[in-house]
Antibody, heavy 120, light 108 residues
Framework: EVQLVESGGGLIQPGGSLRLSCAAS????????MSWVRQAPGKGLEWVSA????????YYADSVKGRFTISRDNSKNTLYLQMDSLRAEDTALYYC?????????????WGQGTLVTVSS | DIQMTQSPSSLSASVGDRVTITCRAS??????LAWFQQKPGKAPKSLIY???SLQSGVPSKFSGSGSGTDFTLTISSLQPEDFATYYC??????????FGPGTKVDVK
């Protein structure tokens, strides 16, 4: 059974940093591109970042480029999102998600999310 | 970027109703379109991928159709557990996916 479990969220002041983690199990983690998707309170879904499984190529939404860094540790089956220079508009529930195929597709599995609140 | 729109943004329906939600892409995306269901406080759940393929375990009352720029999600007979928000997602620009704004289905 595929499981994705996020952690690391919390309350952080504007300008601060936070690192999210997503522990994966139930599939060959190193083979799959993984992604972070966020949802601001009462709002829709926004793709944030992705990282390929094969060579760790990274991709970012314009809204977070230069501030967020996605990475993975295939030996630990864990996905990360380092978030720096946080802003109030980064407040959201952050989900990690697995793409359906190893190099294509949409999301077939999602974690339950970890809440990031940016406020003074 | 590919923009996704959905209509309606919300609808009220009764148990047993047939419900149709429309999703439109700002450019052609072939059949690289997925549908998700999200209930309050829960993660999105995959329903449909490749525009019309049913995710394993999803009941056949859900169906999808379309290609190019226009797509639909149909729920053939709405049940109490189907009241939720539904999102479409394009993955033509994999891995840079984009979502529609969502359609909330609530009780009439």
């Amino acid at each position: 059974e595929v499981q994705l479990v996020e952690s690391g969220g919390g309350l952080i002041q504007p300008g601060g940093s936070l690192r999210l983690s997503c522990a994966a199990s139930g599939f060959t983690f190193s083979s799959y591109t993984m992604s972070w998707v966020r949802q601001a309170p009462g709002k829709g879904l926004e793709w944030v970042s992705a990282i390929s499984g094969s060579d760790s190529t990274t991709y970012y939404a314009d809204s977070v480029k230069g501030r967020f860094t996605i990475s993975r540790d295939n030996s630990k089956n864990t996905l990360y999102l380092q978030m720096d220079s946080l802003r109030a508009e980064d407040t959201a529930l952050y989900y990690c998600a697995k793409y359906r195929w190893t190099s294509a597709g949409e999301f077939d599995y999602w974690g339950q999310g970890t809440l990031v609140t940016v406020s003074s | 970027d590919i923009q996704m729109t959905q209509s309606p943004s919300s609808l009220s329906a009764s148990v047993g109703d047939r419900v149709t939600i429309t999703c439109r892409a700002s450019q052609g995306i072939s059949n690289y379109l997925a549908w998700f269901q999200q209930k309050p406080g829960k993660a999105p759940k995959s329903l449909i991928y490749a525009a019309s393929s049913l995710q394993s375990g999803v009941p056949s009352k859900f169906s999808g159709s379309g290609s190019g720029t226009d797509f639909t999600l149909t729920i053939s007979s709405l049940q109490p557990e189907d009241f939720a928000t539904y999102y479409c997602q394009q993955y033509y620009k994999y891995p840079r996916v984009t979502f529609g704004p969502g359609t909330k289905v609530d009780v009439k």
